[in-house]
């Protein structure tokens, strides 16, 4: 049982160029989040999917897109990457249903470096 | 607009101490508080979850208190051992509408010298 699995783990961009980051999870959940980490910003919301077939802007969603594929996966696709965009951003995926509902699962990251 | 504050931001203890970190918000209708720890170059590893029904959790060293009206919460750790050594978040998410908008704290770096 994988949970949330993100790929790739590491990216350096050029200014300009795009990228899609991947997302899977196998816990059969709804939601999907994209967040990214910033120091001493904590973790923001970039978008996020409450359903298969649904997506919703989180707090910082400029320069960024998303795909909800399916209810496995979600991508995130940065169109023309800039420096303010390095950062590292994680995927996660709140339990829905009977226990701890809420309780928020994440991925490893993924460290994007735009030079 | 719900702000997740965490104080001290880093915090250095010898090997053996109780310790607690603090978590404060400013909304208090909330839905779930959650602890989080993350090691370096890691994702964020589940600790504990707290309804807004429940005052408390407990998991083996770890004791997660929320106290809504004073918009606090406190995880407790008990005879603090080295591999305790990581930086600790903790979370908020608002009364559900179906989805779990979490807001976080920007965390406590912990560190446990043996």
């Known amino acids: 049982n994988a949970g949330v699995t993100q790929t790739p783990k590491f990216q350096v961009l050029k200014t300009g160029q795009s990228m899609t980051l991947q997302c899977a999870q196998d816990?059969?959940?709804?939601?999907m989040y994209w967040y990214r980490q910033d120091p001493g910003m904590g973790l923001r919301l970039i978008y996020y999917s409450a359903s298969e077939g649904t997506t919703d802007k989180g707090e910082v969603p400029n320069g960024y897109n998303v795909s909800r594929l399916n209810k496995r996966e979600f991508s995130l696709r940065l169109e023309s990457a800039a420096p303010s965009q390095t950062s590292v951003y994680f995927c996660a995926s709140p339990r829905q249903g009977t226990g701890n509902t809420g309780e928020l699962f994440f991925g490893e990251g993924s460290r994007l470096t735009v030079l | 607009k719900q702000e997740v504050t965490q104080i001290p931001a880093a915090l250095s203890v010898p090997e053996g101490e109780n310790l607690v970190l603090n978590c404060s918000f400013t909304d208090s209708a909330i839905y779930n508080l959650q602890w989080f720890r993350q090691d370096p170059g890691k994702g964020l590893t589940s600790l504990l979850l707290?309804?807004?029904?429940?005052r408390e959790q407990t998991s083996g060293r770890l004791n997660a208190s929320l106290d809504k009206s004073s918009g606090r919460s406190t995880l407790y750790i008990a005879a603090s051992q080295p591999g305790d050594s990581a930086t600790y978040l903790c979370a908020v998410t608002p009364s559900p509408s179906g989805t779990y908008k979490y807001i976080f704290g920007t965390g406590t770096r912990l560190k446990v010298l043996a």
């Open positions: 707290i309804q807004s029904s429940q």
């Open positions: 816990m059969n959940h709804n939601s």
